[in-house]
């Protein structure tokens, strides 16, 4: 007989316990399909210089619309997207493409090339951004997923020269348009409280943007982010509302279109005619109402008394309320 053998007669003898051999460690289990990982903080990168940008960016002067959800951001993007230099793809969600190092000898490597984990994440949104571009054989890209507005500050450091286009809609039209996208999934509540937090990021964006230098388009705006003139430093910005878009098509494109150095095409306002497969269900508006193809009005504006106090504050500073 074994030792253990022995062992164990011995024990259950005296004691009444047997020794058993331990089982093999389980291996770590993947992540289940559809589970969040933590966030990750982020990564460390450089911002190019000016006279690096040839070298580092193929994408040059991109344009980001910055919006909160459900405020007329792929309407814009379809306005634009029938330009014949404007190229506004579906949302691209760029700020997930992540890259990570599989070895330490890789991150040395790259270390030795001046190229950290957020210079190299850089380098994956340019690129598929700059594809995106080639392959649409236009000049300029035009960008518009609505939480860009939450890494604006990391969007600017990639690209230095980009420009930004604010699109502001009256907040509780916002939180009314969100909560009936899906009222099952959400209260007005709670669809004006998650709406607000991109409000507050688009309007961190704007202030960003428009801090010590003037706003080349706010259309006499008297909210406190108004101005009129001077480039900003960062290539540029411009803002327009919702309403005036619904409101004046034509005015508010002459406007955006000179703003970003293109001539108006009257065949904008038209954009159905032009390219009826950009919509994309999940990756912006896709229901019937963007579907027609052309500018529909917009909803009358809310009373003031039927503006939640949540969403005062918002609506004060974007002009909308007193």
């Known amino acids: 007989m074994s030792l253990m053998g022995n062992l ?122 700059h594809r995106e571009l080639v392959r649409s054989g236009k000049d300029v890209l035009v960008e518009k997923t609505p939480s860009n507005a939450f890494v604006h500050r990391r969007i600017r450091d990639c690209w230095p020269d980009a420009r930004f286009v604010f699109l502001l809609r009256h907040p509780v039209s916002i939180a009314r348009s969100w909560h009936e996208g899906d009222p099952d999934k959400r209260t007005f509540d709670e669809a004006a409280a998650d709406a607000l937090r991109y409000m507050k990021a688009v309007d961190n964006a704007r202030n960003a943007a428009t801090a010590g230098h003037g706003d080349q388009g706010d259309h006499g705006d008297t909210d406190s982010h108004g101005g009129n003139g001077g480039n900003e430093s960062h290539g540029g910005h411009y803002t327009l509302r919702y309403e005036d878009l619904t409101a004046d098509a034509e005015r508010e494109m002459r406007g955006l279109c000179a703003f970003l150095d293109v001539d108006f095409e009257p065949s904008m306002l038209d954009y159905g005619r032009r390219d009826d497969t950009q919509v994309v269900k999940g990756l912006g508006d896709w229901r019937d109402k963007i579907r027609t193809g052309q500018v529909q009005s917009g909803r009358a504006l809310p009373a003031e008394d039927e503006i939640p106090e949540l969403l005062r504050p918002m609506c004060a500073a974007w002009g909308y309320s007193s």
């Open 8 to 129: 164990n007669r011995a024990l259950s003898a005296t004691t009444g316990l047997q020794v058993r051999r331990a089982s093999p460690a389980a291996p770590p289990q993947p992540n289940k399909a559809g589970a969040k990982p933590g966030k990750r903080p982020t990564p460390v990168y450089r911002c190019p210089a000016p006279g690096d940008l040839a070298t580092d960016r193929l994408l040059r002067r991109p344009v980001f619309i910055m919006s909160p959800v459900r405020s007329g951001s792929t309407l814009l993007r379809m306005l634009l997207n029938a330009h014949p230099r404007l190229h506004s793809p579906h949302e691209l969600h760029i700020r997930r493409l992540e890259v990570d190092f599989g070895s330490r000898l890789s991150r040395r490597a790259m270390s030795a090339l001046d190229l950290e984990r957020g210079d190299l994440e850089h380098l994956l949104w340019d690129r598929v951004m």
